[in-house]
């Protein structure tokens, strides 16, 4: 076969080029021939507390290694047998550097990234090119995102779908649930990202419209903007998110063309019914476990109506199991049995 580094257009292996790095590439590289472990993961993690994507594998790099597994980082030694990369966090010319014709290639795509991010940067045609000549099989966090590459003409290789899912020691639910009669109803959103897509014009709406009589509302994370009445908690650690969570009703997710966010399985993962903006993958991970809206007018009164039916949303509430999630994941990497239906 074909060694696919040959294959890969000339851009794309000079992507993340530079003296320093390409030295360090290729020591790394020499040093890579002699072992292996079970898995290699190519992807740039962002200091805790960060986004999403970087939650997810941490957590499913942790459910791996309680199982035994051995993973390594950024590099693809000559025995490891799979290799599992993420969208375009990673250094394509450190990855096309390490690729093997005999090593189990799989691209785990999140976005599309245009659609996210609300404009087109050419992201996504390079997650493609790099698609088409490496991976054997990809992973998808929705049906809504393998639906949207299909529709803007990206063909992703044996593409299949696996939702994201959190670590359950960290994130579930209280041990039991307070009352809400004699006090107002806490409301939370949470988000890592300053992009205006995350709902920073839904925030700012209920900020001044949401009766502050009947409702407490409380963001977290990188606060899109001054607020004169909801309480910012800061970027915390994930330990105290969960917490915070757990001490709140209702979880507000009012991004837009969201894939698959992790903030909400968190909160779901935690008991919390949600009220969700009708976009993306909401509706997939939600189900019946919460009431979607379409315009910022209409949460007051999605809010009221899921309260008046709060338990039974929350005995709704169905989240992906980390372990069912690793399964699948070691199943398409070759490295496990088949994926759970």
């Keep these: 076969m074909t060694d696919p580094v040959r294959r890969v257009p000339r851009a794309l292996r000079g992507t993340g080029a530079g003296l320093l790095r390409r030295a360090r590439t290729e020591l790394?590289?020499?040093?890579?021939?002699?072992?292996?472990?079970?898995?290699?993961?190519?992807?740039?993690?962002a200091p805790s507390p960060s986004g999403g994507g970087h939650q997810f594998l941490r957590a499913l790099v942790g459910e791996l290694q309680r199982r035994g597994l051995r993973v390594e980082l950024n590099r693809l030694s000559a025995r490891t047998p799979a290799c599992l990369f993420n969208s375009f966090n990673f250094d394509a010319a450190r990855l096309l550097r390490f690729a093997r014709s005999d090593c189990r290639m799989v691209h785990r795509v999140d976005g599309p990234i245009g659609v996210y991010r609300g404009y087109d940067d050419g992201t996504d045609r390079t997650i493609a090119a790099v698609n088409a000549e490496l991976a054997g099989a990809t992973i998808l966090q929705s049906r809504y995102s393998l639906e949207r590459h299909r529709e803007l003409g990206f063909d992703l290789r044996d593409p299949h779908v696996v939702h994201n899912a959190v670590d359950a020691a960290l994130f579930h639910p209280p041990s039991e649930h307070e009352p809400l009669v004699g006090r107002k109803a806490r409301v939370v959103a949470t988000s890592?990202?300053?992009?205006?897509r995350k709902g920073a014009?839904?925030?700012?709406?209920?900020?001044?419209?949401?009766?502050?009589?009947?409702?407490?509302?409380?963001f977290v994370g990188r606060a899109p903007l001054r607020f004169e009445h909801i309480r910012v908690v800061g970027p915390v650690p994930s330990e105290e998110v969960a917490k915070v969570l757990r001490e709140h009703d209702v979880y507000l997710a009012p991004s837009r063309d969201d894939p698959c966010s992790n903030a909400l399985l968190e909160a779901l993962?935690?008991?919390?019914?949600?009220?969700?903006?009708?976009?993306?993958?909401?509706?997939?991970?939600?189900?019946?476990?919460?009431?979607?809206?379409s315009d910022d007018a209409d949460v007051p009164d999605v809010l009221a109506r899921l309260l008046g039916e709060l338990d039974e949303r929350r005995r709704a509430i169905r989240v992906p199991?980390?372990?069912?999630?690793?399964?699948?994941?070691?199943?398409?990497?070759?490295?496990?049995?088949?994926?759970?239906?």
């Excluded at 014009?201 to 409380?218: C, F, K, V």
């Excluded at 993962?269 to 809206?293: I, N």
Aim: hydrophobic letters at 45%; zero cysteines; charged letters at 25%.
């Design 28 to 45: 790394d590289w020499l040093d890579s021939r002699r072992g292996g472990v079970h898995l290699a993961l190519f992807h740039e993690f």
């Design 192 to 196: 890592w990202s300053d992009n205006e």
């Design 201 to 218: 014009d839904t925030l700012a709406w209920l900020d001044r419209n949401l009766d502050r009589e009947r409702y407490e509302l409380t």
């Design 269 to 293: 993962a935690s008991g919390l019914p949600a009220v969700y903006r009708d976009s993306g993958g909401h509706a997939e991970l939600v189900g019946e476990g919460g009431m979607p809206f």
């Design 321 to 341: 199991a980390l372990a069912d999630v690793a399964d699948a994941y070691l199943a398409l990497l070759g490295l496990g049995a088949e994926p759970r239906a």
